[in-house]
């Protein structure tokens, strides 16, 4: 009982430690500038909805939107059929070195992103494709493809051998077993990588700060980040919070949609189903 | 099943010549197997676990290459050939239903995939195509009127019982009108009494649609029931092909003498001695003209079939001779309605009978029985093959 209680308390600490941020900055959002700093904690004396469309205009959020989306939404339309053929090979068949590729994938998990920001900046220029949008999405798909590969295969070694064989005798090769039964079969694993994938991805800040340099080119964490900067003297807070919010809501729509999906899958195989 | 007169089948034998599997380095699960299915027969692959028998099924679906030998279907070797293109249809212990297509979908895609060759054809060949789709329709509602699943077309797997998955495992087997069927173990994961019935009903789909059908079993009553031939393995061998009447009444060995039937045979060794067989506490007479009776002073097994071992004192069909009986203890009775198994201690050697019963033994007591020396087995001792 006392230790059921602690645990409560931990988790409600934690959760206010999450929570007080986000609301803040909600609240904060609706703030003229000096109000942020003159009644921190309280709420806005009449809520300043200019401040959204400020930052959507005149801060040029909806520019950096819609390159968010474009990198995200592209990266995960090569990602997921890329890493999912890679996942169901490594997940059904063994060959001569398979254990060895399948580590040097996982192995690309290991790595910290800011350890290859050199040698990928000098890659990617060499090959043109610096302050690009596709190099940006080439460089994303590598870059998530170690935990897709990793997720997936997981989900591919649950379907059963059966199921292919059953496949093949019916007339499939093997391209047409993976797409028209393995695939669909791995669905529920392929929408949680694609979730997990699309958050990370649309938070993404180091790997296009060192690939991306024009405006125009710039994600929302970028964006962001260059209005801080760019106002950093005459900030006025209730426009950069309503940015803040901006990022936020797309990633928090995602995961409110698909939750129970998640939440499904992350349980499955703890209860034999 | 009324309809299935009207499915006519393209014939083809299974001929397996030389054929060796050796998985690793040296695990041989299919050791010099040579062995011909005929043309639209039912053959019945039985062996305990590990025999060889899924192995070798697998083999001719393609699912797993031989080490070494042919296999032919028809007049093709096909070895080489993928199993898409073997014309195949298999059904899986588990059933592999598709979980994600309904009924429907699990049993038209085979017939799609082959019937309807790629998106990029339809288009091209669009009044061919629908006039294949329509044919792909009524088959699909041919073959699930015959199966008696019509009501169930658009359901998903999940959404049946056992019994009706085994169907529609079955039905996408047969709605391609394959060369030749096969089936791993479909029966184990049904219940007792649904066993028996599909048994039943896949011997009348046979004897209907008369295609080539190779039945994989560890269940030798279901071998028995089903087969017009039965193929016993043990170790990777084939041991013996035969009727199953052959299989039952002269099995080639002791493996296959213990394997088929129920309660198993009885094995004593004992000695070969002027006409009788000397088992220690008891002799027994030999069966006249028999060739064993030559092996003057060899070792030999002794099999006896619970069913030819009677009780002395009632209704015994056989004339009772001090070469023929000998007393013994009952020490357990099981009552099973249509016939009594006694568990008997004959003067230290155990044996299992197989009574009538009217029969008023009761366990506990001692009373004398009969064999019927003509329905007695024997085998080499060391070699284990039966002398006839």
């Given at each position: ?161 059966e199921?292919m064989e059953a496949a093949m005798l019916d007339g499939c090769?093997?391209?047409?077993t ?96 | ?60 679906a393609g699912l ?18 993928p199993p898409k293109?073997r014309d195949i249809a298999m059904v899986f212990?588990?059933?592999a ?13 085979g ?61 996408r087997a047969?709605?391609r009108?394959p060369?030749?069927?096969l ?206």
């Amino acid at each position: 009982m006392r230790r059921a209680l602690g645990a409560g308390l931990g988790l409600a600490l934690y959760a206010l430690v999450v929570l007080v941020p986000l609301v803040w900055v909600l609240v904060g959002s609706l703030k003229t500038g000096s109000e942020v700093f003159s009644n921190p904690w309280g709420l806005p004396a009449s809520p300043q909805w200019q401040n959204y469309a400020d930052a959507w205009s005149q801060a040029g959020i909806s520019r950096y939107f819609l390159n968010s989306v474009v990198a995200t939404v592209g990266t995960l339309l090569v990602l997921i059929p890329i890493g999912a053929m890679a996942a169901y090979v490594f997940a059904k068949y063994t060959f001569w070195g398979s254990k060895g590729l399948f580590g040097m994938f996982l192995a690309g998990m290991m790595f910290p992103n800011f350890l290859v920001a050199v040698p990928l900046f000098l890659l990617m220029s060499e090959f043109g494709l610096l302050d690009t949008m596709i190099g940006l999405v080439l460089v994303y798909v590598s870059y998530s493809l170690s935990f897709t590969v990793f997720v997936l295969t997981g989900f591919f070694q649950r379907l059963p051998n059966e199921l292919m064989e059953a496949a093949m005798l019916d007339g499939c090769g093997h391209g047409r077993t993976f797409w028209r039964v393995m695939f669909p079969l791995a669905r529920p694993g392929v929408l949680v990588v694609a979730v997990f994938n699309a958050i990370g991805l649309w938070n993404e800040y180091p790997l296009a700060l060192v690939l991306l340099s024009r405006d125009e080119n710039r994600t929302l964490p970028l964006g962001l980040a260059d209005v801080v900067l760019r106002t950093e003297y005459q900030a006025n807070w209730g426009t950069l919070f309503a940015g803040l919010v901006i990022v936020m809501l797309p990633v928090m729509a995602v995961y409110w949609v698909f939750k129970d999906k998640i939440h499904e899958v992350m349980l499955a195989g703890a209860v034999k189903g | 099943m009324r309809d299935s007169a009207r499915i006519s089948a393209k014939l083809a034998a299974v001929r397996f010549q030389g054929i060796t599997k050796v998985f690793g380095k040296d695990v041989k699960a299919v050791d010099n197997l040579t062995l011909e299915v005929k043309d639209g027969e039912f053959m019945v692959l039985v062996g305990p676990s590990g025999c060889g028998k899924t192995t070798a099924l697998r083999m001719i679906a393609g699912l797993e290459e031989s080490t070494e030998g042919d296999l032919f279907i028809g007049e093709t070797r096909v070895n080489d050939v993928p199993p898409k293109d073997r014309d195949i249809a298999m059904v899986f212990q588990n059933y592999a239903l598709y979980p994600h297509m309904t009924v429907y979908d699990n049993i038209a895609f085979g017939l799609k995939l082959r019937e309807l060759k790629g998106f990029f054809w339809q288009v091209t060949h669009f009044t061919e195509a629908k006039a294949k789709r329509k044919e792909i329709d009524d088959r699909v509602h041919e073959v699930a009127r015959m199966l008696a699943i019509d009501q169930l077309l658009h359901r998903r797997p999940k959404e049946l019982s056992g019994g009706q998955r085994q169907r529609v495992a079955l039905g996408r087997a047969i709605a391609r009108k394959p060369r030749v069927f096969l089936m791993d173990e479909p029966l184990s994961n049904l219940d007792a009494k649904l066993r028996i019935q599909t048994r039943a009903e896949l011997i009348r789909l046979h004897r209907d649609l008369g295609v080539t059908t190779i039945y994989v079993t560890h269940d030798q009553v279901e071998a028995m029931t089903m087969g017009q031939r039965i193929a016993v393995m043990h170790n990777g061998l084939l041991q013996q092909c035969d009727p199953p009447e052959t299989v039952y009444n002269q099995p080639a060995n002791r493996f296959v003498a213990g394997f088929i039937g129920s309660p198993p045979m009885n094995f004593v060794d004992g000695t070969v001695s002027n006409g009788h067989i000397d088992l220690g506490p008891l002799k027994i007479g030999l069966p006249a003209g028999h060739p064993v009776r030559e092996r003057q002073g060899g070792q030999v097994t002794l099999g006896i079939r619970p069913e030819a071992i009677y009780d002395a004192g009632a209704k015994c069909p056989v004339a009772v001779t001090p070469d023929n009986s000998f007393d013994a203890q009952v020490d357990v009775l099981e009552k099973l309605g249509p016939e009594d198994t006694a568990y008997l201690d004959a003067r230290g050697l155990s044996l299992t009978a197989s009574l009538d019963p009217a029969t008023r033994i009761h366990a506990g007591e001692s009373a004398k029985f009969a064999l019927d020396l003509d329905k007695l087995h024997f085998f080499d001792k060391q070699t284990e093959v039966a002398i006839r």
